[in-house]
């Protein structure tokens, strides 16, 4: 296999020191779903040494139109996400270091698996993860690489300690609510334009070559034809809670993030968001419209059904799901949702 990485290392700003900088390199990808699947084959087919995949799900049958490291026999197998994909890389390239995390990622979870990494890369579906990606890059000193794909457009941006503002640092003008695949679908190519946007950074990062790195925030929408990129140096806020001067790191603290809850005898699911984001009564009929669900609108809550659940979501953005007692099945639901 000498002539494995010929094209790449043929590749002027890569060369023989890139790829062997490439060959000692360890990535993070947190998320093993979509963007999960393309960003772990492209740096497994490029020769990175090491990835750590982390993911809590399982193959679905819906995940197979854009997941492409899974069959159809790991839908019906209910195979974890991570050891279908590790399965699948290994028979790609078989030197290839992979360390897989079959779990929630929290704070404790996330700077273990982190350690001594040389990058993080955003393969999650959730704000609240994105959050705690942030605190532990920061806390590390490590780059990560955002990447968000809905129905058919995306965004991305290689968020590097010391050099760029952070993702709290954008909450401000960061939608309290994104639209999320379960609730408007998403199509293939916008994954694989993020992925592959994602990938780049990655490859400059991992080979040495920062200066030719992403300085401006793309957004794309491939079924509209439509491609911007924001200036967000200015937005750096030196009180910042993760990237400011007197760092805490909200997210790596239990008692911030988001708070999942089992109401004892209720057979009723509590979920409070973290105190980074505001979900209103207005998110929650926005979402009804969106899955075309009966909804019921006070002036304290909103009341709509899905999946056959009862769910509540209160103006303090405190929701809850009735008819549930399974902690992780209203964690899924609450994301699916509001991402
Ligand atoms: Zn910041």
Redesign the pocket.
């Known amino acids: 296999m000498e002539n494995r990485y010929s094209r790449q290392t043929l590749f002027q700003p890569i060369g023989q020191d890139g790829q062997q900088q490439l060959s000692d390199s360890h990535a993070v990808i947190i998320g093993c779903g979509a963007l999960g699947s393309s960003l772990s084959e492209t740096l497994v087919r490029a020769g990175i040494g090491k990835v750590t995949l982390a993911d809590r799900d399982y193959v679905e049958a819906s995940n197979l139109q854009r997941q492409q490291l899974f069959t159809e026999a790991d839908a019906q197998h209910s195979m974890p996400k991570v050891i279908a994909a590790e399965r699948r890389l290994r028979t790609i390239r078989e030197d290839v270091e992979i360390h897989t995390v079959l779990n929630h990622v929290d704070g404790p979870v996330l700077e273990e698996i982190t350690g001594e990494a040389d990058l993080l890369l955003d393969a999650t579906d959730n704000f609240e993860t994105r959050l705690l990606l942030?605190d532990v890059a920061?806390k590390l000193n490590i780059p990560w690489i955002y990447g968000a794909v809905v129905g058919s457009s995306g965004s991305v941006f290689p968020f590097i300690p010391g050099k760029t503002?952070?993702?709290?640092?954008?909450l401000p003008v960061l939608p309290a609510v994104n639209e999320t695949c379960d609730t408007v679908g998403v199509i293939a190519p916008a994954v694989q334009i993020s992925a592959a946007h994602q990938s780049a950074e990655a490859l400059k990062w991992l080979t040495g070559n920062t200066s030719a790195m992403r300085t401006k925030l793309l957004h794309f929408d491939v079924w509209n034809n439509t491609s911007v990129e924001a200036g967000i140096s200015r937005m750096?806020?030196s009180q910042?809670?993760?990237?400011?001067s007197h760092p805490t790191y909200p997210s790596l603290h239990q008692q911030s993030g988001t708070q999942y809850a089992v109401l004892c005898g209720r057979d009723t699911v509590q979920i409070i968001p973290d105190a980074g984001r505001e979900l209103t009564v207005a998110d929650g009929v926005r979402v009804a419209q969106q899955l075309q669900t009966e909804y019921r609108e006070t002036p304290f809550f909103v009341e709509f059904h899905v999946d056959g659940y009862r769910c509540i979501l209160f103006g303090n953005g405190r929701l809850l799901i009735h008819g549930l007692k399974d902690m992780k099945i209203g964690r899924k639901l609450y994301h699916s949702l509001f991402g």
């Open positions: 942030n920061w503002p952070c993702f709290r640092c954008l750096k806020n910042c809670q993760t990237c400011g």
